[in-house]
């Protein structure tokens, strides 16, 4: 070969080497530089996104439930925590009625509500079979012993019911969502004192019936009484005489009974709802006091709630 060939295929040869060098370098820098992912890859690395993404959504739903629920919670807490006031309240304020013959305006409206919700949600249903229980399970394990033993029952919750009356119209209760548990309440105390009643007249106690009713009701009292199913009792006092009327009534009962014991009485128990038939002397062995839903009058309550001011 001659000198210029040798000398071209050196210069060819560097040429070569030179250009292969910077293929590598590109090639490197680009391997460098680049990031390379297959489709499956990229599948898999969207999909866990999605999914990270999915689960935050549902951490904050969670959340976002988990706070209403406590806040709904807290919320019927207060609710109960208020209720259970206000029922507390108005036991003590029946009492203290009772015990001062307080009149009807005097009574807190939230009492009328609670007074229903009583008789609503059953609990004077248990209270008055508990107690019905306890006085004849009283009964029967004590028997008449002398000619004077009588036993004093307060029948102006049944008389209550005569229309003569009951003068309220159902739809005033409406109002509280209780058109007919007011009715029902009524009808299971008529059945209850009415079994009592019948009881006691079987094991051969002599009854005297109470009642506030003024004497010209007597007649239309007793045609009631007979009709409800009341019969044979020994005596029936009504309430005060013209000349009495101003007379409490917690006063003519006291009366009444002191009267009876002149007369060889022998008071062994009062049965009633009211207080003023329970308190005086002359109360015989064992006084019952029957649950009374109303606490005062319901009926002039209702009345009064929907009376203008």
């Known amino acids: 070969m001659s000198a210029y060939g040798h000398h071209m295929e050196q210069e ?3 040429q070569s080497l030179s250009s292969r060098e910077g293929s590598e370098r590109a090639s490197s820098y680009v391997m460098e530089s680049g990031f390379y992912m297959s489709s499956f890859a990229t599948t898999i690395f969207i999909a866990s996104l999605v999914t990270v993404g999915l689960l935050f959504i549902t951490l904050l739903i969670a959340l976002t439930v988990m706070l209403q629920s406590c806040e709904s919670k807290s919320r019927g807490a207060v609710e109960a925590q208020k209720g259970s006031y ?25 009492c009328r509500v609670v007074a229903l919700q009583y008789i609503k949600e059953g609990q004077y249903a248990r209270d008055l079979n508990s107690t019905m229980w306890m006085i004849e399970d009283y009964f029967g394990s004590i028997t008449p012993q002398h000619d004077g033993d009588v036993v004093l029952m307060d029948v102006d919750d049944i008389l209550s019911s ?9 739809h005033r209760y409406d109002h509280y969502g209780c058109s007919d548990c007011v009715e029902e309440a009524k009808h299971l105390k008529h059945m209850l004192i009415l079994r009592l009643y019948m ?3 079987a094991n051969g106690w002599p009854l005297i019936l109470l ?20 019969t044979a009792w020994s005596s029936l006092i009504l309430s005060r005489s013209e000349a009495e009327l101003h007379m409490d009534s917690s006063d003519y009962f006291s ?3 002191a009267t009876m014991q002149r007369e060889g009485f022998r008071i062994m128990s009062i049965i009633s709802s009211h207080m003023d038939a329970l308190r005086g002397p002359l109360l015989g062995k064992r006084i019952f006091k ?9 009926e002039h309550q209702i009345e009064d709630t929907h009376t203008p001011k």
């Open 290 to 298: 029957l649950p009374n839903p109303l606490y005062h009058n319901l």
């Open 12 to 14: 060819y040869s560097a």
């Open 86 to 110: 206000d029922s507390n309240y108005c036991h003590l304020f029946s009492l203290h009625k009772e015990l001062n013959n307080f009149e009807a305006d005097q009574f807190p409206s939230v």
């Open 199 to 201: 009881k006691l007249h």
């Open 211 to 230: 009642s506030r009713k003024p004497e010209t009701h007597r007649n239309t009292s007793v045609e009631y009484l007979v009709t409800a199913g009341f």
């Open 255 to 257: 009366r009444r009974r």
């Open 162 to 170: 005569d229309p003569q009356y009951s003068n309220v119209s159902m």
